[in-house]
DNA sequence: ATGAAAGCGCTAACAC
DNA sequence: GTGTTAGCGCTTTCAT
């Protein structure tokens, strides 16, 4: 394999003035800038990267960390963080957490050792003290994600808004009983359920412990919680889920039961991916701009590697999120 | 940043001393051994990964093509790729194509700049001259994807089994006109084809040329597809699609026209994605192992790199298809 | 069991 | 405009 040394013998010139040329730096005379050129293909030079990584102490790669590739709203902040990286010469490093504390810990390994630049968590399993101390290694980026002693720079989605347009959207529509189905407990869910709650009080609604459903996620779990609320004796008339898999499933679930959607009860999903507007009816749900927030957080990162921007300093920017009216409510 | 001088020095041995540790090796005595594990942990040390590379001559990431992030299937074959990287202390780099051959193309520098150890391909846009000479520079896998004269493992699904199960299964449900629709024109799209007209050809039906449709790929493809079927004089009464994205909108759009499906017009899908089963009528569809086949190819990746086979020598592993019949044919 | 030292391939400060 | 050279941080012979 061909190293600069070799180019620098073949040429007759020296190393210094080869990387030069590789580099695109000024001062090299048109002559040996082409010389080299042909000293590069003619010996199928080219340049290790891994050795200019260590002089120049950087990898130009990015650690992405995600819940689950198969998620499709993740792979949308993913296309997001993607297009930024592409434009400003960044790789990225898939971290898949599958929601493990564990494996999101030893994916910072990463940073540590300095194989990466830095991370954006696109989710976050451990609390922040965990998270810290990793900040001295580099720029850590929170994306779809909000921790309130988090001294980062975040992009988030207003939760609060979103849910609580979604939810005044079923007041409106006169439902008195609403179910709530939630995902996790973490501070994105917290958001959601307050923007949910604000709306309910504002209508001077209640709304029944048992009404409320946890660890909502697939359509497995949405084909379940359907059930449940079926079976209950004062049965909610709408239901406020946490993404569009759980509300298509449950939609196909009660015309299963032959209940009429929205006529019996309305389902209202969330994130508007492509199955959304494929089923029938068509879901009511809301748009969460992925691509957008990826696209953003990249380039906060960008801005901090080069220090044009704080990066161990709190910092926080907001989307809002928008309802999308169809037909299931 | 410490480094492992830092180390030697902080503990009175010797840098080989400490790299053995770091590298677990053996001679090595019990009380140096904890004596450096302290050091390293009082110093905050951490091995930096682009000396490492440099002087192993590995990196211990690979390069995962994939046309578009957000394509489910793609996502599913990086799943199966990661479960097995991830089992084996390998990294994924993200290399999204957008189908470009000039970027497609671009990637491979990750090759011989060494920034990776090897290549996976999950589509392929260049003709394999193209692509041939950097075989030189590590381990190529094709996964999803064929070519005839490709010198490389490949590990593939058996489209012309798979669509000839579904056509097969069309035919038999009582259909005698049959609309095709593909998307591009590559080896893939080939395979579906030639397993398509097998069946045909078996049962003697005759595919007139304008019931055949290029470049089918999205919903809105879809939709303008199934229009133009529907403004054939002499219309089909079945349609297999390249993909259940595609057979979901033209489900939707049959329904918008009052048509029902399967009585007035059969529908086939392609991959059994989640939104299959969501849709009414549910989609019949081939399922193909997309995690299985990405598995595969990382482990066979794996091999080659560890030279336990041989790397630039064709060699093909196919996997079966198989028909999911659900109610929409 | 441990250490000395060469060298992986590259860049940049400094000299001319 | 070009060359010399000292590292970047690590691993691995080869000694002892």
């Not at 990898?59 to 434009?87: M, Q, S, W, Y």
């Not at 300095?114 to 965990?130: A, H, P």
Request: hydrophobic share 35%; net charge neutral; with cysteine.
């Amino acid at each position: 394999m061909a190293t600069i040394a070799d180019v620098a013998d073949y040429t007759g010139l020296s190393r210094a003035t080869v990387s030069r040329v590789i580099n695109d730096y000024p001062h090299v005379s048109k002559d040996k800038r082409r010389l080299v050129h042909e000293a590069m293909k003619e010996l199928g030079y080219f340049p290790n990267t891994s050795a200019r990584n260590l002089r120049n102490r950087r990898t130009d790669l990015v650690a992405v960390l995600i819940p689950r590739l198969t998620n499709p709203f993740f792979t949308l902040i993913l296309d997001g963080i993607e297009k930024v990286a592409e434009e400003n010469g960044f790789q990225l490093i898939i971290c898949q957490t599958k929601s493990s504390k564990k494996k999101e810990l030893e994916f910072l390994n990463l940073l540590q050792t300095k194989q990466v630049d830095g991370v954006i968590f696109t989710s976050i399993e451990n609390d922040w003290e965990q998270i810290q101390p990793y900040t001295d290694h580099g720029p850590i980026i929170l994306c779809n994600e909000y921790h309130h002693d988090a001294t980062v720079p975040m992009v988030r989605l207003n939760q609060v808004q979103g849910s609580y347009l979604g939810t005044k959207h079923l007041i409106e529509r006169g439902h008195q009983r609403l179910a709530y189905c939630m995902g996790s407990t973490s501070g994105l869910s917290n958001d959601r359920r307050k923007g949910f709650f604000q709306a309910v009080n504002e209508a001077g609604l209640e709304v029944k412990a048992e009404w409320i459903f946890h660890d909502t996620y697939t359509m497995e779990d949405g084909v379940k919680t359907f059930n449940k609320i079926l079976s209950l004796t004062e049965r909610p008339t709408a239901i406020f889920t946490g993404g569009d898999e759980v509300a298509a499933a449950m939609v196909k679930e009660a015309k299963r039961n032959g209940l009429d959607v929205p006529g019996d009860i309305a389902i209202l999903g969330f994130d508007d991916q492509p199955i959304a507007s494929m089923i029938e009816p068509e879901l009511t749900t809301i748009y969460q701009p992925g691509a957008e927030i990826g696209s953003r957080a990249m380039t906060i990162f960008i801005d901090c590697l080069k220090g044009k921007r704080e990066r161990v300093r709190q910092s926080v920017m907001e989307l809002p999120l928008s309802l999308v009216i169809r037909k299931s409510t």
